[in-house]
């Protein structure tokens, strides 16, 4: 999913004047790949290789020109869901969910718990942010429980009960979704562990993506910047509010058209301000 990450524009390609546009390999084939297994994620086994027989088998079609078009109608009316939303995010839309998710449990009673789990998704420009529906694994002292949220906005909060103290949770358990994710922890004790802080980016040399962790111990307006080594800014990873946690941030040279090279990356959170050095090796 790495390469997918890479791609740059949306999979419907709008200038189809250039041959390196319509077989992007990032993009045509690696993102498109993804989508088809999200799309599978979304509707499960059956259905999808269901919609891919009927598609492949739809007599007019076969031997003809398909449209996107043509394979949404045909999967919506194998599912019967409405997969608009799906298809508007990931065929004309661009990027890819990032997410921050916090929890907290309660004791309701004897072995009854209460989970509330926030979802917080970076702003993206199109779409402002992904609608998807995600399985979470939710692990307890009772057994592994999980579930499937339908995650809709922006910011969005989920409560529900289980039977059994919760201990961990993994958020889209089988990595259906193409996404970035932070570390998912418990929000009471993010608090009594978490400090201001910038890592080393990994891997370093680089080439095509690298990571750069940070951490928050409380809600901040986060800048994380990219300059060059004559100091001129090359990218903004992070212009934005973010609720205390841990994160990582990827970044793709290869969208800037940047060449190999020194650079640094500097994070500004509240008073805090950090610089750090990492090297790109086309």
Known sequence: MSYAKSAFGPIWVQNISGVDQIFDGA???????????MLRGVVGDSVFFNIMKTYADDPSLAYGVATTEDFQEIAETVSG?????????WIYGENYPKYTVNWTESKISGNLYKISLTINQSVNTNPKFFTMPVKVKINTSAGDTVVTLFN??????F???LIGKPLSINFDEGNWILKTLSTVTDAEDISKTLRYSLEQNYPNPFNPSTKIPFQIPGAEFVTLKVYDILGKEVSTLLNEHKPQGKYEVEFHPSNKNLSSGIYYYSLRAGDFLKTRKMLFIK
Do not use: I
């Not at 869901?81 to 995010?89: K, T």
């Not at 809709?152 to 909060?157: F, I, K, P, W």
């Open 27 to 37: 993009r045509s084939y690696a993102k498109g790949a993804c989508v088809l297994h």
């Open 81 to 89: 869901e409405d997969l608009d939303y799906f298809f508007q995010e």
């Open 152 to 157: 809709n906005a922006l910011v969005q909060n």
């Open 159 to 161: 409560e529900f009960d």
